[in-house]
């Protein structure tokens, strides 16, 4: 990002704690930071500090205390960047580049934000802070200049670039909302995924797509979305998410003919809705096979209709024919 103009936290990155803590506190240094990981970590990587001491003790943690072991080696100090999240779907054949509509992330694992940062409790889709503006602001800042700047370095990208974006307010009276890179992903995110792709028309095959962008052939005619359409995604969580689920809880799901999932009238016969599992398992218990929690996001219920409330009704009204020990569910999504 720093090589290719594209805009995102101002940053350091340390192996000493030492060093982290003296920059920390240093006058440089932003008022609010954020403490990551800088390797793989499961998404859960990230620790949102209130204070410098925070900040210090997150790494230490990390660095001295082996929290996410070789992931938190080498941990990353950045401005916290404040504002509504964004997350856009872009499939890339390399050169070409076509972005989904912008999808909203809910983290926290509580209720009005609160709790821990979780891989994302729930999403709705699309976004309207995301205007046709934004969009192209998007497109020309972000998108864009990573696909180029990786084609330039000899690196292609082909596949599904993830942006996780920050809405930030813009210096200056205007107050505008701008666009800032908070991470990428190289793959299609969950839960986002879950209420992106049911908004793409009947009439485009998403392994076309797939296939176009293999042979660099990709146009914006492979991912067209339905008009009006909305979507949101409720998740379902064990007990001890993130820090550490049980796993092995049977799970029932009721209403007509579902058996293990999803009947054709809908999860719990609520039409127009999905299920998508995530964190599940099937097991012998005694003479009969059960479903059973086997991660930390169990499965998600996606509602598709053409208002957001409505979206909304429908994933909520799916979620409550799911039942399983210690069942965690946000109940502000959207």
Same mark, same amino acid.
């Given at each position: 990002?720093?090589r290719?103009?594209?805009?995102?936290?101002r940053?350091?990155?340390?192996?000493?704690?030492?060093e982290a803590?003296?920059?920390?506190?240093s006058?440089?240094a932003?008022?609010?930071v954020?403490?990551k990981?800088?390797?793989?970590?499961g998404?859960?990587?990230?620790?949102?500090?209130?204070?410098?001491?925070?900040?210090?003790e997150a790494?230490?943690?990390?660095?001295?205390?082996?929290?996410?072991?070789?992931?938190?080696?080498?941990?990353?100090?950045e401005?916290?960047?404040e504002?509504?999240e964004?997350?856009i779907?872009?499939?890339?054949?390399?050169?070409?580049?076509?972005?989904?509509?912008?999808a909203?992330?809910?983290?926290r694992?509580?209720?009005?934000?609160?709790?821990?940062n979780?891989?994302?409790?729930?999403?709705?889709?699309?976004?309207?802070l995301v205007?046709p503006?934004?969009?192209?602001?998007?497109?020309?800042?972000?998108?864009?200049?990573?696909?180029?700047g990786?084609?330039?370095?000899?690196?292609?990208?082909?596949?599904?670039?993830?942006?996780g974006?920050?809405?930030?307010?813009?210096?200056g009276?205007?107050g505008?909302l701008?666009?800032?890179?908070?991470e990428?992903?190289?793959?299609?995110g969950?839960?986002?995924?879950q209420?992106?792709?049911?908004?793409?028309?009947?009439?485009?095959?998403l392994?076309?797509?797939? @296939?176009?962008c /293999?042979?660099?052939?990709?146009?914006?005619?492979?991912? #067209? +979305?339905?008009?009006?359409?909305?979507?949101? %995604? $409720?998740?379902?969580?064990?007990?001890?998410y993130?820090?550490?689920p049980?796993?092995?809880?049977?799970?029932?799901?009721?209403?007509?003919?579902?058996?293990?999932?999803?009947?054709?009238?809908?999860?719990g016969?609520?039409?127009?809705?999905?299920?998508?599992h995530?964190?599940?398992?099937?097991?012998q218990?005694?003479?009969?096979?059960?479903?059973?929690?086997?991660g930390?996001?169990v @499965?998600a219920? /996606?509602?598709?209709?053409?208002?957001?409330?409505?979206? #909304? +009704?429908k994933?909520?009204n799916?979620?409550? %024919? $799911?039942?399983f020990p210690?069942?965690?569910?946000r109940r502000?999504?959207?």
């Open positions: 990002m720093a290719h103009d594209i805009p995102t936290a940053y350091r990155s340390f192996t000493s704690s030492a803590e003296k920059w920390i506190r006058a440089d932003p008022e609010r954020v403490v990981a800088s390797g793989l970590a998404g859960k990587g990230v620790i949102i500090p209130r204070n410098q001491d925070e900040a210090v790494v230490r943690s990390m660095l001295d205390g082996g929290q996410f072991k070789d992931a938190g080696s080498t941990v990353v100090v401005e916290m960047l504002g509504p964004a997350s779907l872009a499939f890339s054949d390399g050169t070409n580049v076509v972005a989904l509509p912008a909203q992330d809910h983290k694992a509580h209720e009005f934000d609160q709790g821990l979780t891989g994302g409790m729930g999403v709705y889709c699309p976004s309207p205007t503006d934004m969009n192209r602001e998007i497109m020309e800042t972000v998108l864009e200049p990573a696909v180029r990786m084609a330039r370095e000899g690196k292609p990208f082909v596949g599904v670039l993830f942006a974006l920050m809405l930030c307010k813009a210096t009276p205007a505008r701008v666009p800032k890179v908070l990428f992903n190289v793959r299609m969950d839960p986002e995924t209420a992106v792709l049911p908004l793409l028309r009947e009439d485009c095959d392994l076309e797509a797939m @296939l176009a /293999t042979e660099g052939r990709l146009r914006p005619e492979h991912l #067209l +979305t339905k008009e009006g359409a909305h979507a949101a %995604a $409720v998740v379902a969580v064990a007990p001890g993130p820090s550490k049980r796993a092995g809880d049977v799970i029932k799901v009721y209403g007509p003919g579902l058996g293990y999932g999803v009947g054709s009238k809908g999860v016969g609520v039409h127009g809705t999905l299920m998508f995530a964190g599940t398992a099937v097991e218990r005694g003479f009969a096979m059960s479903l059973v929690t086997d930390g996001r @499965l219920v /996606t509602g598709v209709a053409s208002s957001l409330s409505a979206a #909304l +009704t994933a909520y799916g979620m409550e %024919a $799911v039942i210690g069942m965690g569910v502000d999504i959207g």
